[in-house]
């Protein structure tokens, strides 16, 4: 990639009077009046019920589908971001889908591989080295010539993590990365966002932007930064845990009691 | 149009990866399906062109055999029989694939990933495609036209193979070559195409992809009599 990267600190995502529609019904609005800042090197949690709009809301964040209105900014840069010539731009944006959403027809070392083979980020070798090293990191080299279907949830997503850190993302969207996991990989993932949030060494010890969403706020105390709330079609910012709970009420019953 | 400025575009992009899943899909579209048209082309043989052979013999017309074969064989039947086995082999199974991976959202991270889902999941098939009707349709003709050889001399049709092959050759011109080439790769473009549309244009759920494919299939079918008629035309005026 060939754009410097940014100061921590300075804004990541700038979102103002964002409105966000369905992926699969863009004719439906999901949420709106979204005025929201990331700043490089956040650790946001975004809460909300099943339906509330959480997936639609990371996919236009990650730049799949343009705002239903206002204002949306990636490092500085209108979104979404269409134009080939400034894909190096969006791909400083990582997102993690709900289910991994791999490739049906490829293997594991087939999906995290395709990035790189298909931008040329690499050499094909480096590519290979690349991908063992992700696949050793995250404990998935011993799935590596399976295909989805015969892996369970807890390790798809694993490999859907995989596949978008293999281009290095400044910024990582993870949706509902906890939903449907046996408890021990709950708790790989948290230990791993958190490495991730503070600089893991498959991205050079360069922290990461995390934006995380998630039906149960309880699992993210001590370790997210900023939280917030996606219900009734709005963006609630709560702020840190501390005042999140401060705030406790009928906007938190859901996802905190 | 999309398709062909997505090709000429990228034609230098990711090509260690795009390349091989081109000849891929040639060899799905393609070689895999020649023991089909294969067994395809000796029924056509049998019966269309043996009969025809014989038929023509006893009313004494067999000096229009090579006219009656290239028309009916070389230009019509042929090229047609080895889309519409095409469409119903593979361009099912693209409506299927590219529609359940559309509702599945793997197209979507395609997309996440920079990666184009019209270069990587459209542009292969296509060329596949246009390449495998092409190279099949040959293979189903000079089937076809040696099985009704051999039909007819089963009949004891007094025909020598010299003179069968003569008047084929005598019957086809350097346009009929031409013509089929282009033909025969409009039909598999477009059923690649069309295919392609219904399997990812839409957001689908998984249980709108069997509508999906049914509309696929008859939009093609069309699609290919269209093409078809207008090279009608063409050699017509030509």
């Not at chain 1, 959480?54 to 979404?80: C, H, I, N, V, W």
């Not at chain 2, 295919?195 to 069309?222: D, I, M």
């Amino acid at each position: 990639m060939d754009v410097p990267p940014t100061k921590p600190g300075a804004a990541a995502i700038e979102m103002q009077a964002v409105a966000v529609s369905a992926m699969r019904d863009q004719s439906i609005q999901v949420a709106e009046g979204i005025n929201w800042t990331v700043a490089a090197g956040d650790y946001w949690v975004v809460a909300g019920l099943q339906g509330a709009g959480k997936s639609d809301f990371l996919m236009m964040t990650a730049g799949l589908m343009p705002p239903a209105q206002g204002s949306y900014r990636l490092f500085g840069e209108e979104m979404p971001i269409f134009d080939e010539a400034r894909l190096n731009h969006r791909l400083r944006l990582g997102l993690v889908f709900d289910g991994g959403q791999l490739l049906n027809h490829l293997t594991v070392w087939e999906n995290v591989a395709l990035p790189l083979l298909y931008h040329e980020s690499f050499a094909e070798t480096e590519a290979h080295k690349e991908v063992q090293k992700l696949l050793v990191a995250l404990e998935l080299a011993p799935w590596a010539e399976s295909t989805s279907g015969t892996m369970s949830r807890n390790w798809q997503k694993r490999v859907g993590l995989a596949r978008a850190l293999a281009l290095q993302p400044e910024v990582l969207l993870v949706d509902t990365p906890l939903t449907g996991l046996d408890l021990p990989h709950v708790n790989w993932w948290l230990a791993l966002l958190d490495q991730l949030s503070k600089g893991h060494p498959l991205l050079q010890g360069r922290p990461v932007t995390l934006v995380v969403t998630a039906a149960d706020l309880r699992p993210w105390k001590g370790r997210a930064k900023q939280f917030a709330v996606l219900k009734n079609r709005r963006l609630a910012v709560l702020g840190t845990w501390e005042q999140a709970e401060a705030a406790k009420g009928e906007l938190l019953d859901e996802v905190y009691e | 149009m999309i398709t062909l400025g997505v090709i000429l575009r990228k034609i230098r992009t990711a090509r260690h990866l795009i390349w091989p899943l081109i000849f891929q899909q040639t060899a799905r579209a393609g070689s895999r399906l020649l023991p089909m048209f294969l067994f395809l082309a000796v029924a056509l043989g049998l019966l269309v062109i043996g009969q025809t052979v014989s038929w023509l013999t006893r009313v004494g017309a067999i000096n229009f055999l090579g006219t009656i074969m290239v028309i009916v064989v070389v230009r019509e039947l042929g090229p047609l029989l080895a889309a519409f086995l095409v469409l119903a082999r593979i361009g099912t199974a693209n409506v299927i694939e590219l529609g359940t991976a559309r509702a599945r959202g793997e197209v979507e991270a395609l997309e996440a990933l920079g990666v184009d889902p019209v270069h990587y999941l459209v542009v292969p098939r296509v060329i596949g495609m246009a390449v495998g009707v092409s190279a099949l349709t040959v293979y189903l003709i000079l089937g076809a036209l040696v099985s009704g050889y051999l039909w007819a001399f089963v009949q004891d049709v007094p025909l020598r193979p010299g003179e069968y092959f003569r008047q084929l050759a005598g019957a086809l011109s350097g346009l009929d070559f031409a013509l089929l080439a282009v033909k025969t790769s409009a039909f598999g473009f477009i059923i690649a195409i069309v295919t392609c549309y219904h399997g990812l244009a839409q957001p689908l759920r998984l249980e709108e992809v069997s509508a999906a494919t049914v509309r696929a299939v008859a939009q093609s079918v069309v699609a290919c009599v269209l093409i078809d008629a207008l090279f009608i035309i063409i050699y017509l005026a030509v």
